[in-house]
């Protein structure tokens, strides 16, 4: 999966996705929308105006082992079920 440049800086943006792992990526920002059984792992999320991490009505998400760091926020859920940080 390759990260796609969203308002500048290096990001990934999923919508309606299922079974995927996001793993030791050096990042500025995810957005999940409509994803199940997402895990964000061992990344590196930093230096952005955006939310590291950013889910809407997702399910089944869960994020381990990652640094967020010189972010707007860390992590923003709405809408979301049986996700763990």
């Not at 990526?25 to 409509?34: F, Q, R, T, W, Y």
């Amino acid at each position: 999966m390759e990260a796609k440049i969203i308002g500048g800086p290096l990001s990934i943006r999923l919508e309606s996705c299922s079974g995927i792992v996001i793993s030791a990526c050096d990042l500025n920002s995810i957005e999940l929308i409509g994803c199940k059984d997402v895990t964000i792992r061992n990344c590196w999320i930093h230096d952005s105006a955006r939310v590291a991490v950013e889910i809407g009505g997702s399910s089944h998400v869960t994020i381990e082992g990652c640094q967020i760091e010189n972010v707007a926020s860390g992590v923003y859920a709405a809408d979301c079920r049986e996700s763990r940080c």
